[in-house]
């Protein structure tokens, strides 16, 4: 019974390549509804019960305690007049996190990166060091015309902007030629299901 | 004092965390430590905010008649469906949360997805063109890499094998263009968006933690 | 002659459906992304631990699930110790472990012996770092509720810097995040299972060597299955990618022709 509905719900989905209607707009909003309902149980008991309920009940870990107040201040939000005490928490997940965030990030993103663009070329083969050379006029003529927008009169300008955008549409090419890939994934998925229900159902 | 606790919080807290990456100090890696435990528990109540804003956007729907009331009811009725089943009967596999899960959820949310497999196929037709010459080397790389990653590509390259003198060398070789494309220009262009996307985050941060962006107080 | 837009979706639709109503499969060649994440499992020793990390959404499971799936028995049949988690999608839970639990019976392996499934906890970024620091504090039991600190698990391993590989598997941005918190803060060796979307964007990480290895999308998986000698989910769709991939160079070739024709119509 239930894969008949599953499969009519599909249906109603697919429904939307006729254009939008009813039945689609339907399927949609349930499937909102159903997701944040399970998001917001998994939430409460994986993290509710999990790390502030039994922590502070079973085990005796006090400590949760001022968290839990600090959190509990983002129900402050459905008052007009208090309103403002919801913004306490937040600005302690804000600072901390963007705090937090600097120093990894530089090194990850960064450092890192530059490192592996400055390579040393002893004992490299020569593809492998005009390979490198590629990469390095790609990173610094995409720089450029990202970074220095506003000089494109000069010829000479002109002409490392358009070697940025010719690197780049190869990079987006391939990003669009994986893409494919990636959405037929999704379809091949879709059919494997129709075809598991259908079995089910005979 | 409304404006002033919440940056003064953002500010200390920004600051020492900031710094806790760079300076080995016990005390600021207890404190480090402490900062990380609480994020959880913290983030436990942030789903408040969530939940009130998905509700009164559809009980604001149901009330201004802005589209057929059914829609906007449908999804609070589901909403409240699976929690009322998952607080009398739990979410342990086999319980009407899961069945729910499995037979709704899943085959559902891949199948809303699954339209975006229609509509690449149709701007496939339709807007792909070599109009000029940005859009005829995107189209050129993006077919060697469509062709590169289907197995007929591995099967071309080894049909347009040659042997020169001992080497073995491929005329059509989408699987090594394709490759080649991903590991040099790729990684060229890429590493400049990181650069610029990171760059971007830290000063952010950086404006956030110095009070310079304010947005998220309004 | 113009394609109407739902010849279009027909065409796909028999283009997809025609190769796998035969069962047709093909043999995928692997890539050095594949055989590097390949060999950083396979280099490893029974009783080893590695992390795995679900990061993402049921809606990408044709991507991920063979992923997980290829993955999972490879590791269960070289008898390493698993870690399963999922800090990074809260909709994942459930499917993970039941992907995980089939092919846990057919190996006959364990869960709270072989494996843990600790789930899924609230603070992504918070947690990610936490892991590094301290693995109980962010996960005192396992998403069943079993006491970690009565397994095998607890003797064996402080925090991920234990672990000898961190593998995601992701939908979205928990890569890079996993990278930058946990991976290079902690020293943790990483490698990644990417959806095709996203895969691109990973290569410079590859490079540069923070990611031991890289499946990008289905075709990513349908390699791993081939280096694992299994036909998989990924491998019986390899068919239907090539068809459908060819039917789309169809449709661009004619879109151009029409476009350069009625371009010369009109002068």
Redesign the interface.
């Known amino acids: 019974m239930v894969e008949i509905i599953t499969l009519i719900l599909m249906l109603f989905v697919l429904s939307f390549l006729m254009g939008d209607n009813p039945f689609f707009k339907f399927t949609e909003r349930l499937i909102v509804g159903i997701s944040a309902g399970y998001g917001f149980l998994k939430l409460f008991d994986d993290g509710f019960i999990k790390k502030f309920w039994i922590p502070l009940v079973q085990e005796g870990q006090y400590w949760v305690i001022i968290p839990g107040l600090l959190g509990m201040m983002f129900f402050f939000t459905f008052s007009k007049k208090w309103n403002f005490l919801a913004k306490y928490p937040l600005a302690f997940l804000l600072g901390t996190g963007v705090g937090l965030e600097i120093g990894p990030r530089i090194e990850t993103s960064i450092l890192r990166q530059i490192n592996a663009t400055a390579v040393n070329f002893s004992g490299m083969s020569a593809g492998q060091v005009i390979n490198y050379i590629i990469i390095l006029v790609a990173l610094l003529t995409t720089m450029y015309y990202f970074l220095f927008v506003l000089r494109r009169d000069r010829p000479a300008e002109k002409l490392i902007a358009n070697i940025g955008i010719f690197f780049m549409m190869l990079g987006f090419g391939a990003s669009f030629g994986y893409t494919i890939m990636g959405r037929i994934s999704l379809l091949i998925e879709v059919i494997n299901i129709f075809f598991e229900k259908i079995t089910s159902i005979f | 004092m409304k404006i002033m606790a919440p940056l003064l919080i953002v500010f200390i807290g920004g600051m020492l965390m900031a710094f806790q990456y760079y300076i080995d100090i016990p005390l600021l890696n207890n404190i480090y430590k402490g900062v990380l435990d609480w994020h959880m528990v913290i983030a436990v109540f942030a789903l408040v905010i969530a939940v009130k804003s998905l509700i009164e956007r559809q009980w604001k729907n149901f009330r201004q008649k802005t589209e057929h009331p059914v829609y906007p009811l449908t999804t609070l009725i589901s909403f409240f469906t699976v929690v009322f089943l998952g607080i009398f009967f739990g979410l342990k596999q086999g319980s009407p949360v899961n069945f729910i899960y499995n037979n709704l959820l899943v085959p559902l949310q891949a199948t809303i997805f699954s339209l975006l497999a229609f509509y690449i196929s149709s701007a496939a037709y339709r807007a792909f063109r070599a109009k000029n010459f940005s859009s005829t080397v995107l189209l050129i790389a993006a077919m060697i890499v469509v062709m590169g990653r289907i197995p007929l590509g591995d099967l071309i390259a080894t049909w347009t094998t040659i042997s020169i003198s001992g080497k073995d060398f491929a005329i059509l070789d989408f699987p090594g263009w394709t490759r080649w494309i991903l590991t040099v220009p790729n990684v060229g262009i890429k590493r400049a968006f990181i650069f610029g996307i990171t760059l971007g985050i830290v000063s952010t941060s950086l404006k956030v933690i110095l009070g310079i962006e304010r947005g998220w107080l309004k | 002659m113009k ?1 109407h ?2 010849l ?2 027909v ?2 639709l028999v283009f ?2 025609v190769p ?1 109503l035969f069962g047709l499969t ?4 692997p ?2 992304p594949v055989m590097t994440f390949f060999d950083s499992v396979a280099e490893l020793s029974p009783g080893d631990y590695i992390a795995v990390t679900l990061s993402f ?7 991920l699930v063979p992923m997980l799936k290829a993955l999972t028995e490879h590791v269960f049949a070289k008898g390493l110790s698993v870690i399963f988690l999922n800090p990074g999608s ?2 994942v ?3 993970g ?2 992907v995980i639990s089939d092919i846990a019976s057919k190996y006959g392996t364990i869960e709270n012996s072989d494996w843990y499934y600790l ?9 990610y ?2 892991l590094g ?2 693995l109980y ?2 996960y ?2 396992s ?2 509720g079993v006491k970690l600190n009565s397994t095998k698990l607890y003797k064996d391993v402080r925090n991920m810097e234990d672990v000898k590989i961190l593998i995601d598997l992701a939908d979205g941005n928990s890569t ?1 995040d996993l ?3 946990l ?3 902690y020293d943790v060796p990483m490698a990644a299972g990417v ?3 996203m ?3 990973y ?2 990480y590859l ?4 990611l031991k290895g890289l499946l ?4 990513g998986a349908a390699e791993y299955e081939t280096l694992l000698n299994v036909s998989g ?1 990924a491998r019986r ?6 068809l ?6 169809l ?2 070739l ?3 022709i029409e ?1 350069f024709m009625a371009k010369r119509k009109n002068g």
Do not use: C, W
Request: avoid cysteine; glycine fraction near 8%; hydrophobic fraction near 40%.
């Open positions: 394609l837009r739902r279009v979706y065409l796909l997809i459906l796998m093909f043999k995928v060649k890539t050095k959404d049921p809606s990408t499971k044709a991507e809260i909709n839970s459930d499917l472990f039941s789930g899924y906890v609230p603070g992504e970024k918070a947690v770092q936490k620091e301290d504090s962010v005192p039991a998403m069943h890079v990278l930058t918190y991976s290079t803060k959806t095709a979307v895969a691109s964007e290569y410079p490079e540069s060597g923070q990008g999308g289905l075709r989910r769709g390899m068919a239907a990618q090539t459908a991939h060819i039917l789309i160079m449709l661009v004619m879109g151009n476009y």
